[in-house]
């Protein structure tokens, strides 16, 4: 039986318009949830790569926290922000580059200013501390951003948060001194992105944080005062992490 070629090409723009209707109606959906003036705040607030709260973005957007969280919600669907849990908080990021892009096209347009984010974290505890068992603070941050930016840490499969030490990874570990089987043995989360509560941006948790704290503590890289959480970086420590890391405390 012949095919009627007409048929075939009507079938063709049928399944065409379908996918521009599609992609209209994904456009418009995004565009409504940024144009939002509390969504838009809590857009921008996160511009600045920095995780918040619900809480503080329910005060950036000057709503109540339930209606924050209604938009959280709104912008989660739309893949504009995404969400971690960190112990008994939940912090929101922007969705991707994609979004920080968007956002800085858009305020071209508006020539609007924003106002940079500000720590009133003390200083002492926030140039670094332990977060559990792992270091935090600046110096904790500086360190997962020196690891992703050498390549020695990759996005693990499987979880949007953990990580994998990759082979070069590995090996600056291990002539330091870091027993890198040893830490993938424990029966813990080997590698993660840990959001920093002052910085608002991931330091290294799990296995691998830790040994890092060892490393550190062991040679004598930083002191840790013995009534509270606060790492001082010693003048050794400068040099070394300088040297091994190309990291400037």
Known sequence: MEVCPVALNLHFVYHQSVIVETADAVASSIAAAIGEPARARMLYCLLDGRARTSTELAMVAEVSPSTASVHLQRL?????????????????????????????ALSVLAGASRTPFVPNTPSRLRMARTCYDHIAGTLGVSLHDRFAEAGWLSRSVGAEDAYELTPSGARVLHTLGVDVDGARALRRRFAFACVDWSERRPHIGGAVGAALLKLALRK???????????????????????????LQI
């Not at 960190?86 to 892009?101: E, F, I, M, T």
């Open 76 to 104: 989660i669907q739309n893949k504009l922000v995404s969400v971690s849990a960190q112990g008994k908080h939940r912090y929101y990021s922007l969705g991707g580059p994609n979004v920080s892009a968007a956002l800085e």
């Open 220 to 246: 004598r890289w930083v002191t840790q005062d013995l009534d509270s959480r606060i790492l001082t970086v010693t003048a050794l420590g400068r040099r070394e992490m300088a040297s091994q890391f190309k």
